[in-house]
């Protein structure tokens, strides 16, 4: 099947840090991956599509240059957190779209920033 | 726009018993729609994907309808599980941008 990993699992750090959160598709190249912010008991709020080779396309309202996407190979996207702020602090998943052709959407396990 | 409402919030069963989740969307063009499961700090389960053309589809004790002309989906799980205990997502894929747009989930709690 399609597996998607994230790391780190969980990440606590200073206000003003920068974090890095890699996703990576561990047995399919991914030529188009989602990142996703989640807050309590709320649903998923798509911030952006990482595309392979080019610029991310952002979500209304998702700042560019807070939350920096790279996606340099077909197996991995990263998302940067710069200055990272408490409010910052959330649930964010990565999800890349399977080969079978269906469009299945398939996630990673999610990383849990908490900004102090 | 498109907007993702799933009823109830909530659900507590007692094992073994059948269950229904509501998942309604006011876009009809839709491309595909996907159900998912999320234990606590996890990530999401892919369950079931109906794409547009189909009605239903079946994996084991889930059933997953799609009406696209009312706008609604329905899970059904049978003889549910504590092991099922989970938020279950629905989500809605189309726009033109081709993106997954997601309900709040249904909270899910199976007693044994």
């Known amino acids: 099947g399609a597996v998607v990993s994230q790391h780190p699992s969980r990440v606590i750090c200073k206000s003003g840090t920068s974090v890095k959160i890699e996703c990576r598709s561990l047995?399919?190249?991914?030529?188009?991956m989602f990142w996703y912010r989640q807050f309590p008991k709320k649903s998923l709020m798509l911030m952006a599509t990482?595309?392979?080779?080019?610029?991310?396309?952002?979500e209304q309202g998702v700042e560019k240059d807070k939350f920096l996407i790279n996606h340099a190979s077909l197996t991995l996207s990263t998302l940067t957190v710069t200055s990272a702020h408490p409010e910052d602090s959330s649930f964010y998943i990565c999800?890349?779209?399977?080969?079978?052709?269906?469009?299945?959407?398939?996630f990673g396990p999610g990383t849990r920033l908490t900004v102090l | 726009k498109q907007e993702v409402t799933q009823i109830p919030a909530a659900l507590s069963v007692p094992e073994g018993e059948n269950l229904v989740l509501n998942c309604s969307f006011t876009?009809?063009?839709?491309?595909?729609l996907q159900w998912f499961r999320q234990d606590p700090g996890k990530g999401l389960t892919s369950l079931l994907l109906?794409?547009?053309?189909?009605r239903e589809q079946t994996s084991g004790r889930l059933n997953a309808s799609l009406d696209k002309s009312s706008g609604r989906s329905t899970l059904y799980i049978a003889a549910s599980q504590p092991g099922d205990s989970a938020t279950y997502l629905c989500?809605?894929?189309?726009?033109?941008?081709?993106?997954?747009?997601f309900g709040k989930g249904t909270l899910l709690t199976v007693n044994p």
């Open positions: 999800s890349a779209d399977g080969t079978s052709g269906n469009d299945e959407q398939f």
């Open positions: 047995d399919f190249q991914a030529t188009t």
């Open positions: 990482s595309n392979e080779g080019s610029k991310a396309t952002y």
């Open positions: 876009d009809s063009a839709i491309y595909n």
């Open positions: 109906i794409q547009s053309s189909q």
């Open positions: 989500a809605g894929r189309g726009g033109s941008n081709y993106k997954l747009t």
